[in-house]
């Protein structure tokens, strides 16, 4: 086998291991789980970490099996939490479980055949018909409070440093967790359980739960990632408008695009080992040519390729890449109007608007008149006039001269109409 564990290294994405696990990966073709809880109906880039090791390790001979957190997602993973979370209903629930396990079946083949085809579960159809005092007999009994409490998710909340205690719902959940791993062992010989770094505690219950429920020789593993932060401590996965999703109808691709475009120069080497599956020699080259002419923003455009490209597709990716150059470089009117509405607003999102009745148009609409009276762009007809004698005005990026009347022909998307000043200067006007 191939060094998985020495591959994680150099990407950036190994944290920790319990001993014996590297050796257990280079034995065998091993089977391997990572857990997703359905607190939302997709997944956003946060998880990306997780989705790309299950793909590094089905590329590298062993089988990944993507579980769904139905029954733990009712409770609440309380690692890394300070205050409790709130309780989802049933219905909100199975949307949600449904949601990620589509996004989940977008980066890995759950219907491949062959022997380490990836698995797809929900923990919720083992643990539907486990009553309460078959648990505590059977998975309470073998974990002492001693254990549990020793957690650090546990500690800290217990101590009051974070939040204000932990309901006994929220203490069961490593159990819960646990007998995950337990349930995978037994059905499909799951001997490796990986997560984030925050998910140890978790995790290394589950390897006590293998061992304790079985015989003491069943063998269980451990591997985490570490948490991924930016250059400056702040959050990663966050934009100013919130959290980017995996989903094109919750982060649109050009934003989603644009996200990885943007990233500082210091980010760029780090998440193109993580995020992407090019190899070391061509990671290194790409870093050394950036670092020779930063300006030109080669590592943070082929990140952002790689990954929309593995995230949404190649036909989106150039979608993407189309959007942006109408911001930012050369575009035309054919260009504008291939946009969608969504797309369109995104791209010039900000950029201040004034709305003018569709019926204005039927007639035609002298551009001075639209400069000023109908949009406000210019402050006087006078300021309009002299814009256009310096051949600074452009109507959907085409230059225009006094005289030049809008017409319905100009629409973009039978709705909009984008005039520009010099270079930077943007006005939208929808026309309704």
């Not at 759950?110 to 009553?131: E, G, Q």
């Not at 998975?139 to 205690?165: C, F, H, P, Q």
């Not at 190649?314 to 291939?338: C, P, R, V």
Request: contains cysteine; hydrophobic residues 40%; glycine residues 8%.
């Amino acid at each position: 086998m191939k060094n998985l564990v020495e591959e994680l290294k150099w990407r950036g994405l190994y944290h920790d291991a319990m001993p014996g696990t590297e050796e257990q990966l280079l034995k065998e073709a091993t089977t391997a789980y990572i857990g997703f809880d359905p607190t939302a109906d997709s997944l956003h880039i946060g998880s990306m970490v997780q989705i790309i090791l299950l793909c590094h390790l089905r590329r590298f001979g062993h089988k990944p099996i993507a579980l769904v957190g139905g029954a733990t997602g009712m409770i609440g993973d309380p690692s890394g939490k300070s205050d409790e979370r709130n309780l989802l209903d049933e219905a909100t629930l199975n949307h949600n479980v449904n949601g990620i396990k589509n996004v989940l079946s977008r980066f890995l083949d759950f219907d491949a055949t062959d022997a380490n085809a990836p698995i797809l579960v929900n923990n919720y159809d083992w643990m539907k018909t486990f009553s309460f005092l078959d648990f505590v007999r059977d998975v309470g009994k073998r974990i002492t409070v001693n254990y549990m409490m020793a957690k650090d998710s546990v500690k800290k909340r217990l101590s009051g440093e974070v939040g204000d205690g932990m309901s006994f719902t929220e203490f069961t959940y490593q159990l819960i967790q646990g007998y995950d791993f337990y349930h995978l062992h037994k059905e499909f010989n799951c001997v490796l359980q990986m997560g984030g770094s925050d998910q140890w505690g978790n995790i290394t219950t589950g390897t006590e739960l293998v061992r304790r429920l079985n015989s003491h020789e069943a063998k269980a593993f451990a591997l985490t990632t570490p948490l991924v932060t930016k250059a400056d401590g702040s959050k990663f996965g966050k934009s100013e408008g919130g959290n980017v999703w995996l989903d094109a109808d919750k982060t649109s691709v050009y934003k989603f695009y644009q996200f990885w475009v943007n990233v500082s120069d210091e980010d760029a080497e780090k998440y193109i080992k993580i995020f992407t599956f090019l190899d070391k020699e061509t990671i290194d080259a790409l870093i050394e040519e950036h670092r020779q002419a930063p300006h030109l923003r080669v590592l943070q455009k082929r990140l952002a390729e790689e990954i929309t490209t593995f995230v949404h597709s190649k036909e989106e990716l150039e979608k993407a890449i189309q959007a942006s150059n109408i911001l930012f470089g050369n575009s035309t009117a054919d260009d504008l109007k291939s946009l969608d509405e969504k797309t369109f607003l995104e791209i010039f999102d900000g950029v201040p608007q004034a709305e003018i009745s569709k019926s204005d148009l039927k007639e035609g609409l002298d551009i001075v008149t639209v400069l000023n009276e109908k949009s406000g762009f210019m402050k006087s007809n006078g300021e309009a006039r002299r814009a256009l004698q310096e051949n600074s005005i452009s109507v959907n990026r085409d230059k225009v001269a006094d005289g030049f009347t809008l017409t319905e022909t100009d629409l973009i998307n039978g709705t909009f109409v984008l005039l520009q000043r010099g270079k930077k200067n943007y006005f939208v006007l929808r026309f309704v």
